[in-house]
Structures are given as structure tokens and as C-alpha cells.
């Protein structure tokens, strides 16, 4: 969705590499996710925010850090990257509803590769 | 992108046909669940949800069915196209505050002329 942008939408990085995946949204949305994919183990979350002053953890944080710096702009950085973290990496966002829907709008994904 | 369809299960079906693809969800709490299309190279997209309190919605061409009971979900996919090929993914949301989605691994389907 171009709502959603993800850059770079590619990368390869090195081991040991620090490295920052940017997510912006236009949506006007105050929630927004970090997902990773990999082969045949669906998506999993990383971190989840729902305001800017509200992180939090998701079932795989380890390795990896984020930052709210505005409404729109949720970024993923792996401080110290590692082979294993090579993965297809998503960005989502939502609306509260008060109905209890969830309804996640996600980017076109980063191809992250390290060596 | 296509390594995503990659070690998945894989439904084949011919053009025209209906498609059926299933979801056991773990949860029972889950109270909302909803399918995800995912293209070659594209982000997950949106298809249908349903609440829990419902056992069935229909879309444009798609059917989610609920079975609570047995927590399992389908998604009926009527006169399937060429361009219905691709992951499908159902996702579960908890009854808690926070409203995460849990995915499942998704199932491959592979539309033939």
C-alpha cells in the first residue's frame, strides 16, 4: 500500500552491522507493528507501538530495537546484525476501533540479507 | 516475495473452480479473526474478518466461516482466478486489551488455467 512505505525496500549488510529499516505511514493511524517473515513461519511480531510514547515488546525483540519519533514514523534497527535475522521484514498499521477490529494495513516489506 | 511460498502447504486448483483453504487457530479466547492475501513481492492484504460472534461472512467472490468449536476457520474462495494465486494467511486477535494479531504459516494456493 503506498499509504505505507518501508525503505530500503532491499539490503544487504554485513555481520556485526548496525542497520536501520524506516517505516512512514499516512494513514493518520496511531498504532503501528514491526513483523518479520520467514519461510514457512508466517509472520511474527518484533515490537508494536501504540502511541508515540508507548512501546512494547513482541514474541522475537531480542536483537532488535525501535523508535516512535512521530505519529507517522515507527524505524527497526538491528544494532548488531547476525545471519539468522535475514528475513523478510513488514511494517503494519491500525486504527483503535472500539468494535474490537484490527484490521493491519502493511508495506511492501524489506528484504534484509546478512552475510 | 516467492520465498515466502516457499516449504508452505500448497492448494492447486483449476481456473473456475472454488477454492477452499483452512485455519486451526489456538486461542479460544480469540474473539476476531481475519485472512490475509499476500502477492509475490507485496505486503499481507486485507480479505475478509469476522467476530466471534458470527459464523459466517460473506464477501465479493470470498466466505469466512467460524467454528468456534472445534477452532477452525475457512476461506471459501468462489470461481478462483489466476490472480488468486498466492499466501494465504488467517489471523487470530486475543481477547486481550491490546489487540495483537497472531498469524498463522500461511497456506500457498496455486491457480491453473
Known sequence: DADVTQTPRNRITKTGKRIM???SQTKGH????????????????IYY?????????GEISDGYSVSRQAQAKFSLSLESAIPNQTALYFCATSDFETSGRNEQYFGPGTRLTVT | GESVGLHLPTLSVQEGDNSII?????????DYFIWYKQESGKGPQFIIDIRS????????RVTVLLNKTVKHLSLQIAATQPGDSAVYFCA????????????GAGTRL???P
Open chain 1, 21 to 23: 529499516l524506516e517505516c
Open chain 1, 30 to 45: 496511531d498504532r503501528m507493528y514491526w513483523y518479520r517473515q520467514d519461510p514457512g513461519l508466517g509472520l511474527r511480531l
Open chain 1, 49 to 57: 507501538s501504540f502511541d508515540v510514547k508507548d512501546i512494547n515488546k
Open chain 2, 22 to 30: 483452512n485455519c486451526a487457530y489456538s486461542n479460544s479466547a480469540s
Open chain 2, 53 to 60: 460472534n458470527m459464523d459466517k461472512r460473506q464477501g465479493q
Open chain 2, 92 to 103: 487470530e486477535k486475543g481477547g486481550e486489551s491490546y489487540n495483537k494479531l497472531i498469524f
Open chain 2, 110 to 112: 496455486a491457480v491453473h
